[in-house]
């Protein structure tokens, strides 16, 4: 049986897991306080603490690198990937290290799974990447020329959800038209057609979230912008961390969300009722791409957990296509599925070759 080690870092935390084929040996999670993380100027700093805490959780669970038969890593920001897998090699850790797309902790799961493989002389992979951009060219125009749309988003989850469907109908995932929901701090709204994410749209274009703002007024946008009051650190800070149910409600929770409604607040559920009617609204646009030939619309991601969620966006999408729930994110389980497919030979891993501008 195959011996995986699975790497998800994130921005205060490092879920670790190691699967004995399907079945998973351990799962856990670091958290690493603002203290331990303030000392490292630079995100590819922390490679070295994040590596170390990896080995030794496997250690602390009996695992040795010998034992292990792949790593599969969450892919950080490349330059636009396929989805699927992809072979860690030096083009890739170079990229990560001195020309992302962005910085996010993410980027830091390919550069410890290439370290540990090299010493294990085994194969690293990542799997279905942040930056998975399969798009339609249609889709990509925008109202100047100089800007176009871009997809990037949660899709590692997405794509394992329509996956799932797919394998649950008895079909192959190329032959479902679909389109899946990432609910969580962030939301992505996906169309899954012909084996492809023929379109995303992504957290800074799409419904407002918990932490985030989604797409807004541009002509307001601009005004802000022009105002003197923010620069683009404290821009972006407000629209991804500061926006949404924490600007509406002071929380980022939807547990915290669901108890102010059950105690009464009328105003906390009609903002929740409208981020499920931002959803919904953004459901529905995928539906022209395919001339509303959708086959289901699947809804996954921690806030997929909330029956009174699920169902306001029910109630107002079930008329295009049934709607399935798959609660969760299960990204641990998803990079783990995708490396087993690569080993058994159901996929094949690309090459990855660096980007220089």
């Not at 331990?36 to 100027?41: F, I, P, Q």
């Not at 399969?134 to 959800?161: Q, S």
């Not at 800074?204 to 807004?216: H, I, K, V, W």
């Not at 500061?242 to 906390?268: F, P, Y």
């Amino acid at each position: 049986m195959e011996k995986l080690l699975i790497i998800n870092p994130g921005s205060t935390s490092t879920k670790i897991a190691v699967y004995d084929g399907e079945t998973p040996l351990f799962v856990e999670s670091i958290t690493h306080t603002a203290q331990e993380l303030e000392k490292y100027d630079a995100l590819v700093d922390q490679f070295e603490f994040r590596k170390d805490l990896v080995i030794g959780a496997m250690e602390a669970h009996g695992i040795i690198v010998k034992d292990l038969t792949a790593i599969v890593a969450r892919g950080g920001l490349l330059p636009p990937i396929k989805a699927g897998a992809y072979e860690v090699n030096e083009d890739m850790v170079w990229q990560l290290k001195y020309a992302p797309a962005h910085e996010h902790a993410s980027n830091l799961g390919a550069l410890i799974a290439y370290a540990i493989s090299e010493k294990a002389h085994i194969p690293a992979y990542i799997y279905d990447g942040v930056t998975v951009d399969e798009m339609l060219p249609i889709l990509k125009v925008t109202g100047l020329t100089f800007m176009e749309r871009e997809g990037r988003g949660h899709n590692l989850n997405m794509r394992a959800a329509a996956m799932r469907y797919a394998r649950e109908h008895h079909k192959a995932y190329k032959d479902c038209t679909l389109i899946v929901v990432h609910l969580g701090g962030g939301i992505s709204v996906s169309l899954h057609h012909d084996g492809k994410v023929a379109d995303i749209i992504n957290d800074d274009e799409g419904p407002f979230a918990p932490e985030r703002s989604g797409g807004l007024p541009l002509f307001q946008v601009i005004d802000m912008m022009t105002s003197g009051k923010y620069d683009h650190k404290s821009a972006m800070k407000l629209v991804k961390t500061q926006g949404g149910l924490m600007a509406h409600l002071g929380t980022n929770d939807t547990r915290v969300v669901q108890k102010m409604i059950d105690d009464g607040d009328e105003h906390a559920r009609f903002i929740y009722e409208a981020m499920a009617l931002s959803v919904a609204r953004n459901i529905a646009k995928e539906a022209p791409v395919v001339c509303g030939k959708v086959e289901a619309i699947v809804l996954t991601g921690g806030i997929a957990y909330s029956e009174l969620f699920t169902n306001m966006v029910r109630e107002r999408v079930e008329f295009l296509a049934p709607v399935v729930i798959y609660p969760g994110e299960n990204e641990m389980e998803s990079l783990a599925l995708g490396g087993l497919r690569v080993l058994r030979g159901g996929e094949k891993a690309r090459k990855f070759v660096k980007v220089v501008k």
